[in-house]
Structure formats: C-alpha cells, structure tokens
C-alpha cells in the first residue's frame, strides 16, 4: 500500500503552521514533509510530530533568502560559508524530527557555468558523509523550467549521471512527477528506470499543480505502480489544493490513515 505525506507548506494552510500536523494527522495521513522548518524551533516541531505519531518524510536544507528569490546554495561559489552554516543548523532538526532524508536545493545558476557546478559537487561531497553518520539520505531534485526558470538542476538524465559518478549511497534522486512529467514525460518508464536511485516521490496533477486526482496523468495506476515496483518510500502530496484541503481529500481515502 502506497505511503503518503501531506506537504505542510502548501496543505492545510488553513492553519497555522504548527497546527497542520495535527490537522493533517485528524486527515488520515501517518506522514508529513515541508519546505522550511526554520522559522520554529526543532522541539516545537518535533512536539508536534510525536503528538500525532507522525513520520518527518523530508524538508529542504536552508535556500538562501527565499524571500528574494533565492532557491538553494549550492551552485553557488561564493555561499559556501553560508551553505556549510545552513548545514550545521540543518542538524538540530535532523535531531529533533529524526528525518531519514533531507533535500538540497541547488540554487539559481547556469550548468553551463564550470564554477556553478564545480560547486554543486563540492556541497554534495561536503554534505553527504556529514549526513550519512546520521543515516539521513541526501535528496536531489531536478525542477522544471517553467516555474524555475534559472534553477541549475532541471534535468532527470543529468542528476542520475551525477549521482552515478559521485558513488555516494547516500546520495539519492527526488522523482517529483509533476516536474519530471513537464521537463521529459515518460513518467512510468523513467521511475522503472530510476528506481535504484529514487529516495523520494512527489506528486502533483499536470498542468495545474493541484490534487493527484487527474489531468495529463492516471494517478491511480501510478500509485499501483510505485507500489508493484516495491518503493517502500513516503509520497509527498507537494501540491496546491484546488479549495480547502479537506475538501480536496477524495483521492486520499482508500490511503488513509484509520
């Protein structure tokens, strides 16, 4: 049976942060991710966790400032003090949520750039073995150019070459099928592909970004299919819900929680 998480920073939005987890646990679901656990303390969040007997599925190391557009340091030459600092933060959390991956956002620069890739490998070789002592998997997520148009990962084939010749088995790929379906389609064949790799799963409709209940792709095979193919990972429910977030939950039903 598939395994979800509600994705705290675009469900349930109807509360306050610290309230979705127990919103999201009266929902049904055993998991959560989110973007940024930042702006709280990792006692609160953890509190919350533990209340609700929720699993931390994922959420991102620090992207710089969000605010004005940044969107991860690690492409970034002349932020890797900064990156190394978010790291060090990044630990607490990793401590208090006892999360088994966290997702480095790579920031915005070009690939072409020999700099902005060399240092794209120099954070993941500097954060994967600080990770691995604690058994949390470093997650890469390529995203797609039409709402990331300057991000540096933004191709499923070059994030799987990289991993591959890093050799790091803690380094794993973030197979977001609403971003995968935009960049390159083919969503099924490509998992059955990159599924030795695979750490993480996201999911949204195409185009829309809204429930996993239609559009460009049959969810429900999909779902099997994860499932059949023995990905023993959560599936984070990275998307905007159309109206209320209950109201949007009849997908969810044969999946929940009970």
Known sequence: MPKFAANLSMMFTEHAFL??????????????EFLFPYDHAPE???????????????????????EDGERGLAALPARFD?????LTRVLDYVAATKVSRVHMMAGNASRSDAEAEASYR???SYAAPILAERNVDLILEPINTRNMPAYFLND????????????????KLQFDVYHRQILHGDVTMSFRALQPIVGHIQVASVPSRNEPDGEELNFPFL?????????DGYIGCEYNPRAATLEGLAWFKPYRRV
């Open 82 to 86: 900064e990156f190394k600092s978010g």
């Open 122 to 124: 120099r954070a993941i």
């Open 223 to 231: 779902f099997a299919e994860f499932d059949r193919l023995g990905y």
């Open 156 to 171: 499923f084939a070059y994030t799987s070459a990289l991993i591959g010749s890093l050799g790091r088995p803690n380094v």
């Open 44 to 66: 609160a969040i953890a509190e919350r966790l533990e209340r609700n007997r929720l699993t931390q599925a994922l959420f991102n190391l620090p992207p710089g400032r969000w």
């Open 19 to 32: 309230d979705r987890f127990d919103a999201a646990a009266e929902a049904g679901f055993a998991a959560v």
